[in-house]
């Protein structure tokens, strides 16, 4: 069965402390992998999309990387802007079924 | 502003009533998703329309139905709610030049009491 698992599902960080958050999946099959950041009452927003295992993509503090079993969100020198929700989500090369696969997602705290 | 528009923003209705939640895509995107998020259970697809015809199906109960218009707005139609409805639904629409990312609306937070 196709699954996205994150960890940790909270982490609180001092500002300037950098750190990773992981998304680990099992899928028959990937087609993509996105990332996605969640605050509190809206709607996630688009970071990135991965497609291969080696795969770098970078974005201000953030970068994402991807393996063939997980993907990690690294965050360096975060800011209290940074606090959000992260959700990680993949889809299955299966046919025409563009369904994605969503974590539950990591909670980012961080304290200025 | 994503450009994708969901309406209303928050709603609270009564067990066994009837509702409709509105979405319009982003000016030129064809599919349109539609997802229900709560505490527990994150963000589960329920429907996925494209160009007006029904393309996937997740988690929809039969209570709750949906459709994808001419002018590509979706409506999705929540019936005899219980209690445990209440949570937050999201549209989301892709274009093909996107990298598959999906767009997402603001959501409409939906309590059922």
């Known amino acids: 069965e196709d699954q996205v698992t994150q960890s940790p599902e909270a982490l609180r960080l001092q500002e300037g402390e950098s750190s990773s958050l992981n998304c680990s999946y099992t899928?028959?099959?990937?087609?993509?992998l996105f990332w996605y950041r969640q605050d509190p009452g809206k709607g996630p927003e688009f970071l990135f999309t991965l497609y291969s295992a080696g795969e770098e993509k970078e974005k201000e503090r953030l970068k994402a990387t991807l393996t063939k079993k997980e993907s990690f969100l690294h965050i360096t020198a975060p800011k209290p802007e940074d606090s959000a929700t992260y959700l990680c989500?993949?889809?299955?090369?299966?046919?025409?079924?563009?369904?994605?696969?969503w974590g539950l997602g990591t909670s980012l705290a961080v304290n200025p | 502003d994503s450009g994708v528009t969901q309406t209303p923003k928050h709603l609270i209705t009564a067990t066994g009533q009837r509702v409709t939640l509105r979405c319009s895509p982003r000016s030129g995107d064809l599919s349109v998703y539609w997802y229900q998020q709560s505490l527990d259970q994150g963000l589960q697809f329920l429907i996925q329309y494209y160009n007006g015809e029904e393309r996937a199906k997740g988690n929809i109960l039969e209570r709750f139905s949906a459709q994808q218009f001419p002018d590509l707005h979706s409506e999705l139609n929540l019936s005899s709610l219980e209690l445990g409805d209440s949570a937050l639904y999201f549209c989301a629409s892709r274009s093909n030049q996107q990298a598959y990312g999906y767009t997402f609306g603001s959501g409409t937070r939906l309590t059922v009491v």
């Open positions: 989500a993949v889809q299955a090369n299966a046919g025409n079924n563009r369904k994605l696969i």
């Open positions: 899928v028959s099959g990937l087609r993509g």
